[in-house]
């Protein structure tokens, strides 16, 4: 069977789905893109969302064999630490990891004990490297532009994208993040079509395009290449990278790009407590 069973779980602040992944077959799962819930105006953290997501693998009586982050997400923190601290496997994000650490490192000041070469986490994906879900077989691809770390993870006829693209009514993701670029992104995307067109695509994101009463997040390339509004099959790279260039100018920050950057790109864990005992994130001013 090369059929993954796939459960999303979709938060209404972030508009983010994290997913469970799992084998029928063996029961072995994977986590991908968990969320720690997070009150910035209290800095407050707790940890609803996955004890939601826990709950449904203890449930179900699922192994997890993997917790996977398919980028550094900006938009929320990473529930990655805790779901391993409560279900065990392996976590893991792709080998580009160190350059968003070192370009975040930098903007954050962190001294040397920040390491910038991936090691908080206990697996790098390399770029077409494959492993096993229980039985069915699994792929990493490396997709960069939305940022330098973005991997697709394609177990079976499923492929978590990420933010690398969206509903077909909503687009593709914006490339003016520090490391992000247009025309990477729809290399990337066209790496995606060359998949087939009947494999399920799960987002990372989605936001309800104007006109559409529900929240979706299941996809099929085939969808993607034939009706994406930016990025459908026919669609030049000029024409893209146009398009997202000058869109991307008209997008704010992400509200919670400066606390969700700072814990994910430390594969979750917070910054270490200063003197008094307190854990403190840092706000660089005008810096992005």
């Given at each position: 069977?090369?059929?993954?069973?796939?459960?999303?779980?979709f938060?209404?602040?972030?508009?983010?789905?994290?997913?469970?992944?799992?084998?029928?077959?063996?029961?072995?799962?994977?986590?991908?893109?968990?969320l720690?819930?997070?009150?910035?105006?209290?800095?407050?953290?707790?940890?609803?969302?996955?004890?939601?997501?826990?709950?449904?693998?203890?449930?179900?009586?699922?192994?997890?064999?993997?917790?996977?982050?398919?980028?550094?997400?900006?938009?929320?923190?990473?529930?990655?630490?805790y779901?391993?601290?409560?279900?065990?496997?392996?976590?893991?994000?792709?080998?580009?990891?160190?350059?968003?650490?070192?370009?975040?490192?930098?903007?954050?000041?962190?001294?040397?004990?920040?390491?910038?070469?991936?090691?908080?986490?206990?697996?790098?994906?390399?770029?077409?490297?494959?492993?096993?879900?229980?039985?069915?077989?699994?792929?990493?691809?490396?997709?960069?532009?939305?940022?330098?770390?973005?991997?697709?993870?394609?177990?079976?006829?499923?492929?978590?994208?990420?933010?690398?693209?969206?509903?077909?009514?909503?687009?593709?993701?914006?490339?003016?993040?520090?490391?992000?670029?247009?025309g990477?992104?729809?290399?990337?995307?066209?790496?995606?079509?060359a998949?087939?067109?009947?494999?399920?695509?799960?987002?990372?994101h989605?936001?309800?395009?104007?006109?559409?009463?529900?929240?979706?997040?299941?996809?099929?390339?085939?969808?993607?290449?034939?009706?994406?509004?930016?990025?459908?099959?026919?669609?030049?790279?000029?024409?893209?990278?146009?398009?997202?260039?000058?869109?991307?100018?008209?997008l704010?920050?992400?509200?919670?790009?400066?606390?969700?950057?700072?814990?994910?790109?430390?594969?979750?864990?917070?910054?270490?407590?200063?003197?008094?005992?307190?854990?403190?994130m840092?706000?660089?001013?005008?810096?992005?």
């Amino acid at each position: 069977m090369n059929t993954p069973t796939v459960q999303g779980f979709f938060d209404d602040t972030t508009n983010t789905i994290s997913y469970v992944v799992w084998d029928p077959a063996t029961e072995k799962a994977a986590v991908i893109d968990a969320l720690l819930d997070f009150d910035q105006a209290s800095g407050r953290t707790k940890t609803d969302s996955a004890d939601r997501l826990i709950a449904f693998v203890r449930e179900k009586g699922l192994e997890v064999e993997w917790v996977i982050d398919t980028h550094v997400h900006a938009d929320h923190l990473t529930a990655t630490p805790y779901v391993r601290e409560q279900l065990g496997g392996q976590t893991g994000i792709g080998e580009h990891i160190a350059t968003v650490q070192k370009v975040f490192g930098e903007i954050f000041n962190e001294g040397q004990a920040f390491h910038t070469d991936g090691s908080q986490f206990d697996h790098l994906f390399k770029d077409g490297e494959t492993y096993r879900l229980g039985s069915i077989e699994a792929k990493a691809i490396h997709t960069p532009g939305h940022t330098p770390a973005c991997m697709s993870h394609v177990i079976g006829d499923a492929v978590f994208v990420g933010d690398t693209i969206f509903m077909p009514d909503f687009g593709t993701a914006r490339c003016d993040f520090p490391g992000g670029d247009a025309g990477t992104l729809y290399d990337s995307i066209q790496k995606l079509f060359a998949l087939p067109d009947e494999t399920r695509i799960f987002l990372c994101h989605d936001y309800k395009a104007p006109g559409r009463d529900d929240y979706v997040w299941e996809t099929t390339i085939g969808e993607e290449k034939h009706s994406n509004k930016h990025v459908k099959q026919g669609t030049s790279r000029e024409d893209f990278v146009k398009m997202r260039t000058e869109r991307d100018a008209t997008l704010s920050m992400p509200k919670l790009i400066l606390p969700s950057v700072q814990i994910n790109m430390r594969a979750g864990e917070m910054p270490p407590a200063e003197p008094n005992g307190k854990i403190y994130m840092k706000l660089p001013i005008n810096a992005l």
